[in-house]
C-alpha cells in the first residue's frame, strides 16, 4: 500500500465529510430511534411471546434430543452432513478456517476497491454463505425426516452443502480465469445469481417437503395447561396403569395380568390413597416403582418408558379425577368419550376408539396377555383374537358383547372372562355404545355411522 | 451565577472539549444500515442493566438456579419482563452484530484505515457468542443442561488437546456443579470484562477515524 494510494483515500473521506452531516443531531438522531424501536420491540416479545419454559434437569432422561440456541443451528445441521469419524473437521477445522479467515479479511482481501461493482466476487462469496447460512438454520428448524425418507436427506444435502460449496469453487475459476474485467462481471454476476436461485429454490423444496411429510409431532405437554397436562395424563394412564388399576383406579383384587393375578392392592383413587400421598410421593412410587409389591417402575431413570413431564401428567391427572379435595377445571371434563344421542350411531373414530382406549387397550395390545386379541386400530378389533372374529355385524351374541355384559365364553383356548376381567363391568351406557355398533355393523368413521342411521330408502 | 458555575467546571472537565471531540464531529451522509452498530451498543446495555438485576435472585448452583429462575418469573415484581427482556436482547444482539458484520462487509469500510476496527470486531463477535453459550447454562434446565453436554463435547473434538479442553470447561468429566460456577463466573465477569474493553476500543477507532463514507462509483 502506497503513500499515495493512502493520500487518495484520506482526501476522498476529507470530501465526503465536506458533504456529509454532523454527528450530532444528525446520526445521534437515528440511532435514538432505531434504539427507541428496539426497546419497544423487546418489551412486546418479553410480555407477549416470553420466554419458553423448560423442565428441570434430568440427566438420565436419555430420550432428550438437545438443541442449541438458534444462532448455533445452523453449525448443528452442517455437522449432520458429515461422516461421524470426520466430524473433527466439520466442528473444529472448518469454523476454525472461517473464523481465521474473517480476522484476517481486512489482509486477505488486498482489493483497494470498494464500490460494490468491482467487489462481485466478495460480495458474490458473502451472498452465498449467507444464503447457505439461513438455509442451514431453516433446515434445522424443519423435523428431521426419519430413515426411510432418503430423497429428502440427499436433497438436504445437496442444499445444504454441495450446491454451495460447488458454488464457492466456481466463482473462484471464473475469477481466476476470466482476467478480462467487464466479461469477469458480466459472467459472474449471471453465475452468482444462478447459484443464488438455485439454492433458494432447493431450500425451499426441501422445506416444503419436509414440512409435508413431518410425522405429527409428539407433544411432550411438560409446560401445558391443566386441562392439556389431565388428557395427556388420561391417556397414558389408560395405557400403562388400567392393566392393574383399572380405569377408574379402584381394582382391590387385579386379574387377568400374568404374575399378579389375585394379588390385592389398595384401590389408588380411594381417599386413603389421595389423602395420605403428595404429588411427590405419587411421582416417585410411578418412577421407581413398588419392587417388592409388584409395581413395575415406569420412569426413564429406572429402566421404564416415561419422562418426567409424562409422569407429571399422570399425577395430575390422577389429582384432578379422584381428589375430591380439588376442583377441575372446566374444560378438563367430559372423559373424551362422546355421549350418544337417542337413536345415534355410534362410531369407531369418535366413540369406540376413545372407549377402548380407556378401558381396554392396556391389556389388549401386543406383549400381553389377551388371547392374541389387539384393540389398538379399526382392523385389529375386526379381525384378531384366538376365538376371532370377536365382534359379528348384527350379532347379539358376539363374543365382545357377552364377555362386556358379564357372561363367560367357552373359547377354543380355553373360558374366556368377563371384560375387564376385574370383575367391575363398563358402565351401562358404554356397553349400550359397544352393542349399538355392533348391532349397525361396526362403521369406521362418523359418515359410515350417519349412513347406517338412516335406513336405505 | 449559573454560567459562573458552569465556566468553573468546564474549565477542570472541559465539557467544551469533550462535545466538539465527540459529538459535534462532521460525518459523511449515513443511512439506517450505519445505525446497526449503535443498535448493537444498546442492546448491550440493556444486557447489562437486566443482567444485573437478575443476579439479585439468581442462584449459581444446581440445588437452587432452576428454583430462583422460577420464583424471578412467577414471584418477584415483573421478574418475568426483566427476564423477558434479557433472553429477547441477547437473541437480538446476535443477530444485529452479525447484521453489522454484514453491513461493513458490503460497504467494504474495513479497508484502509480501519482494518483494526473489523480485527476487533470479529472479537467482539465471538465473545458475544460466548456470552450466548455461556448463558443458556444458567437455568439449569432440560434444554441447557443438554446443550451444554453436546456444545462442550464439540469442543472436545479438537485433536490432541480436546480432552483436556472440555475438562476444563466442565471441572470435571460431567457436567456438574463446578460447571455451572465456570459457566456463571464466565458470563457474569470475564466475557461482560472483556466486551466492555473490546467495544471501549472498537468506538475509540472509530472515532478516530470516522465513519466511513458509502462508496461511489471512483472509489
Ligand atoms: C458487540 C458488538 C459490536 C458493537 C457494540 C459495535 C459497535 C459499533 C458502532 C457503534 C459502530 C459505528 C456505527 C456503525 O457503523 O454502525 C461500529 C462500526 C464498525 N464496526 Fe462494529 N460493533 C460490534 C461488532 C462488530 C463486528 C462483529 C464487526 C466485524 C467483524 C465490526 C466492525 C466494525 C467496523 C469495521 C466499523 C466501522 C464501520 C464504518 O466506519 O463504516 N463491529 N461498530
Redesign the interface.
Known amino acids: 500500500?502506497d503513500e499515495k494510494?493512502?493520500q487518495r483515500?484520506q482526501s476522498?473521506?476529507q470530501q465526503?465529510?465536506?458533504?456529509?452531516?454532523?454527528?450530532?443531531p444528525?446520526?445521534?438522531y437515528?440511532?435514538l430511534?432505531?434504539?427507541l424501536g428496539?426497546?419497544l420491540?423487546?418489551?412486546g416479545?418479553?410480555?407477549f411471546?416470553?420466554?419458553e419454559p423448560?423442565?428441570?434437569?434430568?440427566?438420565n432422561?436419555t430420550a432428550?434430543?438437545?438443541?442449541?440456541?438458534?444462532?448455533?443451528l445452523f453449525l448443528f445441521e452442517f455437522?449432520k452432513f458429515i461422516p461421524g469419524q470426520l466430524?473433527?473437521v466439520g466442528?473444529?477445522v472448518v469454523p476454525g478456517i472461517g473464523?481465521t479467515v474473517?480476522?484476517l479479511?481486512?489482509?486477505i482481501?488486498r482489493n483497494?476497491?470498494?464500490?460494490?461493482?468491482k467487489?462481485v466476487l466478495?460480495?458474490t462469496v458473502?451472498g452465498v454463505i449467507?444464503v447457505d447460512i439461513v438455509m442451514l438454520t431453516i433446515m434445522a428448524f424443519a423435523p428431521a425426516p426419519a430413515p426411510e425418507q432418503s430423497a429428502i436427506k440427499s436433497m438436504q444435502m445437496w442444499a445444504g452443502l454441495i450446491i454451495p460449496a460447488m458454488t464457492l469453487i466456481l466463482l473462484y475459476a471464473f475469477s481466476g480465469i476470466l482476467k478480462e474485467p467487464a466479461s469477469q462481471r458480466k459472467t459472474m454476476i449471471t453465475t452468482a445469481s444462478i447459484a443464488a436461485i438455485a439454492i433458494i429454490v432447493l431450500a425451499g423444496g426441501s422445506a416444503f417437503t419436509l414440512q409435508r411429510n413431518a410425522p405429527p409431532k409428539e407433544k411432550v405437554a411438560v409446560a401445558g395447561t391443566i386441562p392439556e397436562q389431565i388428557a395427556q395424563g388420561e391417556e397414558l394412564y389408560a395405557v400403562n396403569c388400567t392393566e392393574c388399576h383399572g380405569a377408574d383406579g379402584d381394582v382391590t383384587v387385579i386379574q387377568g395380568v400374568e404374575g399378579l393375578d389375585g394379588k390385592v392392592v389398595t384401590p389408588i383413587s380411594s381417599k386413603d390413597v389421595m389423602y395420605t400421598f403428595t404429588d411427590d410421593t405419587l411421582f416417585n412410587i410411578i418412577s421407581d416403582g413398588l419392587p417388592e409389591l409388584g409395581m413395575v417402575p415406569f420412569g426413564t431413570a429406572s429402566g421404564g418408558e416415561l419422562s418426567p413431564g409424562e409422569i407429571g401428567a399422570i399425577v395430575t391427572y390422577m389429582r384432578y379425577t379422584w381428589d375430591d379435595r380439588v376442583e377441575v377445571p372446566e374444560a378438563a371434563q367430559g372423559g373424551g368419550i362422546p355421549a350418544l344421542a337417542e337413536g345415534e350411531v355410534p362410531s369407531y373414530d369418535v366413540h369406540i376408539a376413545p372407549l377402548t382406549k380407556r378401558y381396554c387397550v392396556s391389556c389388549h395390545r401386543a406383549g400381553k396377555e389377551n388371547n392374541n386379541y389387539l384393540m389398538t386400530s379399526y382392523e385389529e378389533m375386526l379381525n384378531t383374537g384366538d376365538n376371532a372374529p370377536n365382534v359379528v355385524a348384527g350379532d347379539a351374541n358376539s363374543i365382545l358383547l357377552q364377555v362386556i355384559q358379564g357372561h363367560e365364553v367357552e373359547g377354543k383356548t380355553g373360558t374366556i372372562n368377563i371384560m375387564p376381567p376385574n370383575g367391575k363391568l363398563l358402565k351401562d351406557e358404554y356397553v349400550d355404545m359397544l352393542i349399538r355398533w355392533v348391532m349397525a355393523g361396526m362403521p369406521q368413521t362418523a359418515e359410515d355411522a350417519a349412513a347406517a342411521a338412516t335406513p336405505a330408502p | 451565577m449559573a454560567s459562573k458555575l458552569y465556566h468553573w467546571l468546564n474549565e477542570r472537565l472541559g465539557f467544551d472539549d469533550l462535545y466538539k471531540g465527540?459529538?459535534?464531529?462532521?460525518?459523511?451522509?449515513?443511512t439506517?444500515w450505519?445505525?446497526l452498530g449503535?443498535?448493537t451498543l444498546?442492546?448491550f446495555t440493556?444486557q447489562v442493566m437486566t443482567g444485573i438485576f437478575l443476579l439479585m435472585y439468581y442462584t449459581p448452583s444446581?440445588d437452587h438456579a432452576?428454583d430462583s429462575i422460577q420464583y424471578i418469573?412467577n414471584e418477584v415484581a415483573f421478574g418475568?419482563?426483566i427476564?423477558?427482556?434479557h433472553?429477547?436482547?441477547a437473541?437480538?444482539m446476535?443477530?444485529l452484530v452479525?447484521l453489522h458484520m454484514?453491513r461493513v462487509?458490503?460497504?467494504?469500510s474495513?479497508?484502509?484505515?480501519?482494518?483494526l476496527t473489523?480485527?476487533i470486531g470479529?472479537f467482539l463477535?465471538?465473545t458475544t457468542?460466548g456470552m450466548?453459550?455461556t448463558g443458556?447454562l444458567l437455568?439449569?434446565?432440560?434444554?441447557?443442561?443438554?446443550?451444554t453436554?453436546?456444545?462442550t463435547e464439540?469442543a472436545g473434538?479438537?485433536?490432541g488437546i480436546?480432552a483436556f479442553i472440555t475438562r476444563t470447561l466442565r471441572g470435571g468429566t460431567d457436567?456438574s456443579a463446578l460447571t455451572l460456577s465456570r459457566f456463571f463466573a464466565a458470563h457474569v465477569w470475564m466475557l461482560p470484562a472483556l466486551l466492555t474493553v473490546l467495544i471501549g476500543i472498537h468506538l475509540y477507532l472509530i472515532i478516530r477515524h470516522?465513519?466511513?463514507?458509502y462508496?461511489?462509483?471512483?472509489?
Not at chain 2, 462487509?105 to 467494504?108: D, I
Not at chain 2, 474495513?110 to 482494518?115: I, Q, V
Not at chain 2, 462508496?215 to 472509489?219: G, K
Open positions: 500500500m494510494f493512502k483515500v476522498r473521506y465526503a465529510l465536506q458533504r456529509g452531516e454532523r454527528f450530532w444528525d446520526s445521534i437515528k440511532d430511534l432505531v434504539s428496539l426497546f420491540l423487546l418489551i416479545l418479553a410480555t411471546v416470553g420466554v423448560e423442565p428441570r434437569v434430568d440427566p432422561d432428550y434430543v438437545p438443541r442449541p440456541e438458534w444462532y448455533f455437522l466430524e473433527w466442528a473444529i473464523v474473517l480476522l479479511l481486512p489482509f482481501d483497494f476497491y470498494r464500490h460494490y461493482s467487489r466478495a460480495l458473502m449467507v | 465527540l459529538l459535534d464531529r462532521p460525518e459523511p451522509r449515513g439506517w450505519n445505525t449503535s443498535a444498546f442492546l440493556m444446581p432452576y418469573m418475568w419482563l427476564r423477558g427482556i433472553h429477547w436482547s437473541t437480538l446476535v443477530l452479525f454484514l462487509f458490503a460497504t467494504a474495513y479497508k484502509y484505515p480501519r482494518e473489523w480485527v470479529v463477535l465471538l457468542l450466548g453459550l443458556y437455568p439449569w434446565n432440560q434444554r441447557s443442561y443438554f446443550a453436554t453436546v456444545a464439540i473434538l479438537v485433536p480436546g457436567l470516522g465513519e466511513s463514507e462508496p461511489t462509483e471512483e472509489d
